[in-house]
């Protein structure tokens, strides 16, 4: 378990409130998570209201892990250790995502890369895990979309020495 505290300073500077806001809740990734990402209302696009949830992405490194159960296994629990240990005043709405195509999502890495250069437009390019309530899967072929997670921002990047556990 990783605790988020020294969080990215564009990220610090440019949004103030909803950084306070996951200093005080007690933000945590599995050592699995390479970066994260803030999206939605508390994010650049604004508009929050005072209840309104924190949407991350939570941007895992899944090398070595083989397709399947151990691949479900492990997307689950990285949403989980970071929910349960959630304090925040309110809730958090993360995702997991992976490098499902093997092309380093390029779209993911750099917020402000443009889509069209994507060899997938943007669509369906990345890995996406997803819990809703007690459910809990991967979206598949749905038409997700990069470009609706814009404007994005880095939250937090694991250093480069870390070592996974
Ligand atoms: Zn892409």
Redo the contacts with the bound molecule.
Sequence with gaps: MVDVTQFESEFAGSLPQTCELLRRGHLVVDPRVKRIILHGSRGLRGGCRPDSDVDLTLVVDDSGVEEGYEHEALMKAVLEETLQNWKGDVKLDVEAVFDLHG?R???LANPKVN?RK???R?ID??GVYRMHGDRAGYVVRAGHQ?DKMRPCILVWERKKTAVPA
């Design positions: 092309c999502m390029p779209c889509t994507c060899p997938y943007g390019c990345i990069v």
